[in-house]
Structures are given as C-alpha cells and as structure tokens.
C-alpha cells in the first residue's frame, strides 16, 4: 500500500511539473503584416461538395500596412526588386498550366517578386520559394517577367491586397497598396 501511495505521489508530481513547462513556453506575438490567401476562383476554397469549384491558383503572402507612410518610392524604393509583401516571399501555386507574359507555365508553387516604379512595374514569377524577402532573390531563376501599368487610386489602400477578377480565358491578378493599383494578366 505505502508502494501504491509513492507511485501515485510520483506520478503527481511529474504532471505538475509537465504542467509547468507548458505554461513556460513563450509564443511569439502576433506580427504586424498578417499573412493571408487568395484563390481563384475567389469562392474555391468555400466549396462544400466534391463537384464544386476548383481552384486554379492559390497565393500566399503577407500583408504590410501603410501606418501613414509614403510607400512607393519611399519605402520601396523604385526600381528595385520588391518581395511582393512583406516577410517571406510571395508564393503562388498553379493547379494547372498557364500562360504569364506569353510564357506557358507548368503546375507548381513559384514566388511573386515586383520592380516598382511611378508608371510601371514589372512583375517577376521566380522558381525559387521559402525565402524570406528579396535578400536572396536569383534573376537567373526568374520564369517570367511582366511590365504592367500603374493605375492611380483616389482612395489608398492601407494594407497591400491581392485578388482576382475574371477575364476571357483567363483571370488578372490585382495588386493595390497605398494609392498604386496594377494587374497581371494570367490565361489559361
């Protein structure tokens, strides 16, 4: 019986130990440009049956706040190689081939990157992924590159926003941050 009573007493206070290592564990507070999706088409992801809506592109990227600062020109500087974001490197995944800028793309996850400038960008899609921003951003690895105009908002845009509107035989992807809008089209 006094065995009994050793091993339960044992086994209580391991789990309060337990107990206490979890409640040490620091969780990173949340970060400032918040990450988010985007489909197309936009309603792919809230399909409820297995004949609904696939998806045909899927982005990920961060989400940077204009807090009141000048953004283009400023913050991102013109013409330099942007991450498209904030924090990690944009990634977008194509469920199905499609062409960019002429250029016939396999089904895969690449990454997004921008040249910013006043009346232009130029829209990067790069085969390398899992990289945080530009910092090692690899032209030779770039599949396309797009020259777009900038369209300039009345209204700003706080946080940087992707989505897509519809378009014969294909989708543009919208981009818009600060008063600055461009798109891109993609055919498939």
């Known amino acids: 019986m006094k065995n009994i009573f050793i091993l339960v007493f044992a086994l209580l206070?391991?789990?309060v130990k337990a107990q206490e290592?979890?409640?040490?564990?620091?969780?990173?507070?949340a970060d400032p440009s918040p990450a988010d999706?985007?489909?197309?088409?936009?309603?792919?992801?809230?399909?409820?049956?297995?004949?609904?809506?696939?998806?045909?592109?899927?982005?990920?990227?961060s989400r940077p706040q204009k807090k009141?600062?000048?953004?283009?020109?400023?913050?991102?500087?013109?013409?330099?190689?942007?991450?498209?974001?904030?924090?990690e490197s944009t990634e977008v995944r194509f469920f199905q081939k499609v062409i960019i800028g002429g250029k016939k793309i396999k089904a895969g996850t690449y990454s997004l990157f921008a040249i910013p400038e006043k009346d232009k960008w130029t829209i990067i899609l790069n085969s390398q992924t899992d990289k945080w921003g530009a910092f090692t951003y690899d032209q030779s690895k770039d599949l396309a590159?797009?020259?777009?105009p900038v369209k300039t908002l009345a209204k700003a845009v706080e946080y940087f926003s992707l989505?897509?509107?519809?378009?014969?035989?294909?989708?543009?992807?919208?981009i818009g941050w600060d008063k600055t809008q461009v798109e891109l089209p993609i055919s498939f």
């Open 68 to 87: 009141g600062r000048e953004i283009f020109g400023v913050l991102e500087q013109y013409g330099k190689v942007w991450r498209f974001g904030a924090n």
């Open 13 to 15: 206070c391991l789990g």
């Open 145 to 148: 590159r797009v020259e777009v």
């Open 163 to 174: 989505t897509f509107t519809p378009k014969e035989n294909g989708a543009n992807l919208i």
């Open 21 to 29: 290592a979890v409640s040490d564990v620091k969780f990173p507070s």
């Open 37 to 61: 999706i985007v489909y197309y088409p936009l309603n792919a992801p809230k399909a409820k049956t297995e004949d609904a809506v696939k998806p045909i592109i899927k982005i990920i990227y």
